[in-house]
């Protein structure tokens, strides 16, 4: 009787690995704003699913309810989620660290079931379609530039359309951290009392960064939709976001190239323990590839604290 097996067969198959590439693209520009809170502001946000929620739907709405272009509903959904952001902020940016980050959780739960029970707009567990027609329309014009080999890979226009972002988003928020503003949010993050003593209003910069991490946030979940080509509000449960955190300490505080490399890896791990064969429930082997990352996760945080490209530097703060 076979007690362990790894059936590779699937692992040497393109669209194994495309998907693969589409998953951690995705989860990549999720946590770069992730990176811009916690690496680098010092807020703790745990609501980020949130507003990938609202820029997903407010895009899925104005498409198909209102019958918006797709390319006009993204800027307007980038810009609802980007003032959701601040809305949220005003209030609770001002209370202590660890009390914001339960007000973050609580925010992405409401819009969660607001998604759930607003069936009139979203369509509730039943979900939302049809917001992807333009895409689809780009996407095979861009299999038509490929090499005829490649054209049966309908989901590798997306694959190379979010790394693509992944790696302008990534370029744009580099040079933003090494401007006046970027310097600004990291004295914030070390002292924020200092930084206020220097004449800084604390309140506005932390808000741009929310502001900024809730854009990040919409584009990730826009990516997310045209991958299922379906909205539902399942898709932005809150692992989501603590799936983003652990791709946070995998890459390392304050680096955002880390960031995609965590998600590579996160990713990688995830998908291949879908192959691992054991004589255990379904649910048991499911749960099971949640704990080898974790237990990959706890022998890095034990060997290497600062993450694959932090800097130990980094994780001194406030002293």
């Excluded at 914030?188 to 741009?208: F, S, T």
């Amino acid at each position: 009787m076979t007690v362990f097996a790894i059936s590779f067969d699937a692992l040497t198959a393109a669209d194994f690995w495309i998907g693969v590439g589409v998953l951690a693209g995705t989860y990549a520009i999720f946590t770069l704003g992730l990176q811009l809170n916690v690496g680098y502001t010092g807020i703790v946000n745990f609501g980020q699913a949130g507003f990938m929620a609202i820029g997903a739907y407010t895009m899925g709405i104005l498409v198909v309810r209102a019958e918006w272009s797709l390319w006009a509903a993204l800027p307007v959904a980038t810009l609802t989620a980007m003032a959701a952001g601040v809305l949220l902020g005003l209030p609770s940016l001002r209370l202590r660290a660890d009390y914001f980050a339960i007000v973050t959780i609580a925010f992405a739960e409401i819009v969660r079931y607001v998604a759930q029970n607003a069936r009139g707009l979203t369509g509730g567990n039943q979900g939302l379609l049809g917001f992807d027609d333009q895409w689809l329309d780009l996407s095979d014009t861009i299999l038509g530039w490929l090499p005829q080999a490649w054209q049966d890979q309908f989901l590798l226009p997306l694959l190379l359309v979010v790394w693509v972002t992944v790696a302008l988003l990534t370029v744009l928020l580099i040079l933003l951290q090494r401007s006046p503003w970027g310097r600004v949010l990291r004295a914030i993050r070390e002292d924020e009392d200092a930084a206020r003593a220097l004449g800084k209003n604390v309140l506005a910069y932390k808000l741009q960064s929310i502001a900024l991490a809730a854009a990040l946030g919409a584009i990730a979940g826009y990516f997310l939709a045209l991958n299922l080509s379906f909205l539902s509000p399942e898709s932005f449960e809150p692992q989501f976001t603590f799936i983003g955190f652990t791709i946070l300490i995998l890459g390392g505080l304050a680096s955002y190239v880390g960031v995609a490399l965590g998600s590579l890896i996160i990713w990688t791990l995830l998908e291949v323990t879908r192959f691992i064969e054991l004589p255990l429930a379904a649910e048991k082997v499911a749960a099971l590839r949640f704990v080898i990352v974790g237990v990959a996760l706890i022998v890095l945080v034990a060997f290497r604290p600062q993450g694959i490209l932090g800097k130990k530097q980094e994780m001194v703060l406030r002293e």
